[in-house]
T-cell receptor, first 109, second 115 residues
């Protein structure tokens, strides 16, 4: 079993829609949870991080962690065409990061 | 210093040749990481440095791969006797100690194609 599982999509939504991206993880000892956005042919860019269960908001983005279910989510409100990218969840434990495979998102104008 | 830089951005080589990539981290960051990313996959950890010390290496890092960070600033990743399976994007990231998380900032990557 991989440490982090993420549905690769692709996901296609109309502009203005609410997007839900999800990952599950296997090890309850995992401590820190990140979401990265990666545009084509670019390195990943950190969007948000959290280390506790519950919600964390930053503008149109909300990161949610449910440690009891080992489930993390990223919600994007009022999605824009510029949000079209691949979204990677990442989990830090100790000194090592584990990344999901990424979910490809396209927001259609 | 606006971010992590990597050179070259693209490298095409023939099977069996050696290649070397360079990463310049954010100047105040003392941790530096190398990852490999293939199409449709997330980054896979290869190795990381704290200052000039290489503290961890993945099982993915075969004997043909070597990384250095001689003065605790820039780093190089060398692949000897390249194979077609080495074709991938090689990403470098840096971070600083001290915060509640070891948040990594990535460079644009070096795309390697082995013919």
């Amino acid at each position: 079993q991989k440490e982090v599982e993420q549905d690769p999509g692709p996901l296609s939504v109309p502009e203005g829609a609410i997007v839900s991206l999800n990952c599950t993880y296997s090890n309850s000892a995992f401590q820190y949870f990140m979401w990265y956005r990666q545009y084509s042919r670019k390195g990943p860019e950190l969007l948000m991080y959290t280390y506790s269960s519950g919600n964390k908001e930053d503008g149109r983005f909300t990161a949610q962690v449910d440690k009891s279910s080992k489930y993390i989510s990223l919600f994007i409100r009022d999605s824009q065409p510029s949000d079209s990218a691949t979204y990677l969840c990442a989990i830090l434990t100790g000194n090592q990061f584990y990344f999901g495979t990424g979910t490809s998102l396209t927001v259609i104008p | 210093d606006t971010g992590v830089s990597q050179n070259p951005r693209h490298k095409i080589t023939k099977r069996g040749q050696n290649v070397t990539f360079r990463c310049d981290p954010i100047s105040e960051h003392n941790r530096l990481y190398w990852y490999r990313q293939t199409l449709g996959q997330g980054p896979e950890f290869l190795t990381y440095f704290q200052n000039e010390a290489q503290l961890e290496k993945s099982r993915l890092l075969s004997d043909r791969f070597s990384a250095e960070r001689p003065k605790g600033s820039f780093s190089t990743l060398e692949i000897q006797r390249t194979e077609q399976g080495d074709s991938a994007m090689y990403l470098c990231a840096s971070s600083s100690l001290g915060g509640p998380t070891d948040t990594q900032y990535f460079g644009p990557g070096t795309r390697l194609t082995v013919l």
